[in-house]
T-cell receptor
Framework: DQQVKQNSPSLSVQEGRISILNCDYT??????FLWYKKYPAEGPTFLIS?????DKNEDGRFTVFLNKSAKHLSLHIVPSQPGDSAVYFC????????????FGKGTSLLVTP | NAGVMQNPRHLVRRRGQEARLRCSPM?????VYWYRQLPEEGLKFMVY????????ESGMPKERFSAEFPKEGPSILRIQQVVRGDSAAYFC??????????????????FGPGTRLTVL
């Protein structure tokens, strides 16, 4: 029962262009959303988060957009850099479940020079 | 300023043996979460602990798996009588705040490097 879905397993973008990673969720109780970046053989690294009371949060080159009515969020990286190449996981949590994170399966981003 | 530490990084066990995975949270963090990642899958929540308390173990298999977070020392995830299907990467995360803290602010979870368990 996958409550968080990342339908694109991989994405390739040219350096300097925008990377857009998408995520959909099914549980309307989710009220907090996070993006993590993961390199092989390492743990996920927290990137950026957004609560359900907002529709946008920006941190440097990273912006997360939340569309609650569509149960959809996206991560924008601009400009993309080769060092951004990694697997990106979308995660969601609900206050009612004590902040246990529900993860998508990840999108592998490749930024080419 | 050490992050979340996990050991061992790699663990090999034969079927029927016990596996013990350790996690030391970040300094100042009193909430620990364990996740498991099977090949080609995302991370799946297993258990959420605060010092000396299991808060939510809804993701833990009913048998063979147990977790603790004692007053002193690391959190431990214990798998008894391991089977091949237990082979996975096990990640620990910690956070400063949590449900029982009564905080209305949200908590970011910071992950350790993981323990890769291989069952032969």
């Amino acid at each position: 029962d996958q409550q968080v879905k990342q339908n694109s397993p991989s994405l390739s973008v040219q350096e300097g262009r925008i990377s857009i990673l998408n995520c959909d969720y099914t549980n309307s109780m989710f009220d907090y959303f996070l993006w993590y970046k993961k390199y092989p053989a390492e743990g996920p690294t927290f990137l950026i988060s957004i609560s359900s009371i907002k529709d946008k949060n920006e941190d440097g080159r990273f912006t997360v957009f939340l569309n609650k009515s569509a149960k959809h969020l996206s991560l924008h990286i601009v400009p993309s850099q080769p060092g951004d190449s990694a697997v990106y996981f979308c995660a969601a949590s609900a206050f009612s479940s004590g902040y246990a994170l529900n993860f998508g399966k990840g999108t592998s981003l490749l930024v080419t020079p | 300023n050490a992050g979340v530490m996990q050991n061992p990084r790699h663990l090999v066990r034969r079927r029927g043996q016990e596996a013990r995975l350790r996690c030391s949270p970040m300094k100042g963090h009193s909430h620990v979460y364990w996740y498991r990642q099977l090949p080609e899958e995302g991370l799946k929540f297993m258990v959420y602990l605060q010092k000396e308390n299991i808060i939510d173990e809804s993701g833990m298999p009913k048998e063979r798996f147990s977790a603790e977070f004692p007053k002193e020392g690391p959190s431990i995830l214990r798998i008894q009588q391991v089977v091949r299907g237990d082979s996975a990467a096990y990640f620990c995360a910690s956070s400063k705040n949590g449900l029982l803290a009564g905080q209305s602010s949200y908590n970011e979870q910071f992950f350790g490097p993981g323990t890769r368990l291989t069952v032969l």
